[in-house]
Antibody, heavy 124, light 107 residues
Framework: QVQLQQWGAGLLKPSETLSLTCAVY????????WSWIRQPPGKGLEWIGE???????NYNPSLKSRVTISVDTSKNQFSLKLSSVTAADTAVYYC??????????????????WGQGTTVTVSS | EIVMTQSPATLSVSPGERATLSCRAS??????LAWYQQKPGQAPRLLIY???TRATGIPARFSGSGSGTEFTLTISSLQSEDFAVYYC?????????FGQGTKVEIK
C-alpha cells in the first residue's frame, strides 16, 4: 500500500523560503502526478502544483512566480519550495498522488493518496 | 482559471436521509470532475472521479452525476461517518481548481 511521508520546517518568518519534502513508500513513482495542495486554517483546498516522474511540472498561476516543485527519482521523493512567504501562506500543506489515465473524453484523474499534512505558520 | 462554486455552504441532514450537493463550473469541464470528503484533522479522501465513477472502496451510497458545468454528489442514506466537508475539483484545465466546500452536518 502506497504511503506518503512528508516533512519540513513548520515555523517561518516573512520573506523566508518554505521547503517541504515528501517520500513515496510502497509503490511505483512513475505514471503519476505528484502534487502539493494547501489548506489555510478553517478554509478550503488550494492546488499548488504537480510534477511527474520525468520532471514535467504544472503550477497554479497565482503562485507560479514563487513555487518550485522538484523530484528525486533515486529516492522516490519530491519537494516543494515556496519563496518570499507571508502570513497568507500559513496553511496545512499536503503532498499527494494524482492518479490519471485514459485520453480525450475518457481521461480521468483523482488524488487518491495523501500525506499526513504539515502545518506551516508564517509569523514574525 | 475555472472557478468552481459549491452549494449550499452547509447542509443539515438527519441520519438516514438523502443529501444532495451541487458543484458548478464557470465554464465546461466535460466530465473531468472529482469529489473528495474531508473529516476534521484528516486529509481529504477521493470519492468520485470522472464525475460519476466511484473510487476504490467507496460505498455505493455515494453517487455522482453531471457534465459540462453542473454536477451533483448524492449520498443516498447518510451514515454517521458521512458527516464531513465535501469538495469538488475540476481537472479539465490547469490549475486544477477546487470548490470552496460543502459541510454536511447533523440535523
Amino acid at each position: 500500500q502506497v504511503q506518503l511521508q512528508q516533512w519540513g520546517a513548520g515555523l517561518l518568518k516573512p520573506s523566508e523560503t518554505l521547503s517541504l519534502t515528501c517520500a513515496v513508500y510502497g509503490g511505483s513513482f512513475s505514471g503519476y502526478y505528484w502534487s502539493w495542495i494547501r489548506q489555510p486554517p478553517g478554509k478550503g483546498l488550494e492546488w499548488i502544483g504537480e510534477i511527474n516522474h520525468s520532471g514535467g511540472t504544472n503550477y497554479n498561476p497565482s503562485l507560479k512566480s514563487r513555487v518550485t516543485i522538484s523530484v528525486d527519482t533515486s529516492k522516490n521523493q519530491f519537494s516543494l519550495k515556496l519563496s518570499s512567504v507571508t502570513a497568507a501562506d500559513t496553511a496545512v500543506y499536503y503532498c499527494a498522488r494524482g492518479q490519471y489515465g485514459g485520453s480525450g473524453n475518457s481521461y480521468y484523474y483523482g488524488i487518491d493518496v495523501w500525506g499526513q499534512g504539515t502545518t506551516v505558520t508564517v509569523s514574525s | 482559471e475555472i472557478v468552481m462554486t459549491q452549494s449550499p455552504a452547509t447542509l443539515s441532514v438527519s441520519p438516514g436521509e438523502r443529501a444532495t450537493l451541487s458543484c458548478r463550473a464557470s465554464q465546461s469541464v466535460s466530465s473531468k470532475l472529482a469529489w473528495y470528503q474531508q473529516k476534521p484533522g484528516q486529509a481529504p479522501r477521493l470519492l468520485i472521479y470522472g464525475a460519476a465513477t466511484r473510487a476504490t472502496g467507496i460505498p455505493a451510497r455515494f453517487s455522482g452525476s453531471g457534465s459540462g458545468t453542473e454536477f451533483t454528489l448524492t449520498i443516498s442514506s447518510l451514515q454517521s461517518e458521512d458527516f464531513a466537508v465535501y469538495y469538488c475539483q475540476q481537472y479539465n484545465n490547469w490549475p486544477r481548481t477546487f470548490g470552496q466546500g460543502t459541510k454536511v452536518e447533523i440535523k
